[in-house]
């Protein structure tokens, strides 16, 4: 403890550490549907209960996009171009776990009350 004091290391913020858990979650499940992984989902598994909340952070991101397609009438191509999805699901995963565990924490902190 005194060795980290002096080193001037402090706790690492809990909610930085679910933010980060969740944004592997999000590029691991990118890497998933990609193809990047020996892992390959069936669309049964994908469009299921249980893969929607596995693939969760992929899934809001490639919903995002069916919603800008739709309302711009132009679908895109990613045949060449799509790490970029990886870094929304990241992104998305992070905001995912970050915001649920700032809300129960506020619950939890509020019931103590």
């Known amino acids: ?10 706790r690492t ?20 549907l990609w193809g990047h992984t020996p892992l390959f989902p ?9 893969g929607t909340a596995v693939l969760a952070p ?4 490639l919903w995002g996009i069916r919603v800008v ?10 045949a060449q171009n799509n790490a970029w999805i990886g870094v929304l699901a990241g992104l998305a995963g992070a905001g995912m776990c970050a915001g649920g565990f ?3 924490r506020g619950l939890v902190r509020r019931t103590r009350r």
């Open 13 to 32: 913020p809990p909610a930085l550490v679910a933010a980060s858990l969740g944004a592997a979650w999000g590029v691991l499940g990118y890497a998933v």
């Open 69 to 78: 397609e739709q309302r711009f009438a132009s679908p895109f191509e990613f």
């Open 58 to 61: 992929v899934r809001i991101v």
């Open 1 to 10: 403890m005194d060795v980290e004091r002096r080193l001037g290391i402090g």
């Open 102 to 104: 700032l809300l129960v």
């Open 42 to 50: 069936s669309r049964s598994f994908v469009v299921g209960p249980v």
